[in-house]
């Protein structure tokens, strides 16, 4: 799979898995080619946005509702079975990070 496809199916651990896998490929075996400077410079920013992602989800699943949207009419208990699906990789993935710590400053 594709980093793409990884983030469109909301599987930050792994697509953070293959970035930091071919940041290392590009680093050792490949560290040589200068023409895939703009594919390294590329994995940084998107490792920074899927960051900023899932900080962003990680606030909305925790407190139920996106901030920007309102308080939801439908009470919190009804979102309870969406916490699990939507919980669970993004919290992983900013323990792969080192970050999950970073919603709570923002």
């Known amino acids: 799979p594709t980093i793409a496809q990884l983030l469109t199916s909301g599987d930050f651990p792994n697509a953070?898995?293959?970035?930091?896998?071919?940041?290392?490929?590009?680093?050792?075996?490949?560290?040589?080619?200068?023409?895939?400077?703009?594919?390294?410079?590329?994995?940084?920013?998107?490792?920074?946005?899927?960051?900023?992602t899932m900080c962003s989800t990680l606030l909305r699943v925790a407190c139920g509702y996106d901030s920007a949207d309102g308080i939801p009419t439908d009470p919190i208990e009804a979102l309870a079975p969406e916490l699990d699906f939507h919980l669970a990789p993004v919290a992983t993935g900013l323990l792969r990070l080192r970050a999950l710590h970073e919603p709570l400053l923002t």
């Not at 680093?27 to 040589?32: I, Q």
């Open 16 to 52: 953070l898995e293959l970035i930091a896998s071919s940041q290392s490929l590009l680093a050792t075996e490949l560290s040589g080619v200068s023409s895939l400077s703009q594919v390294r410079a590329s994995l940084v920013e998107t490792k920074a946005l899927i960051e900023t």
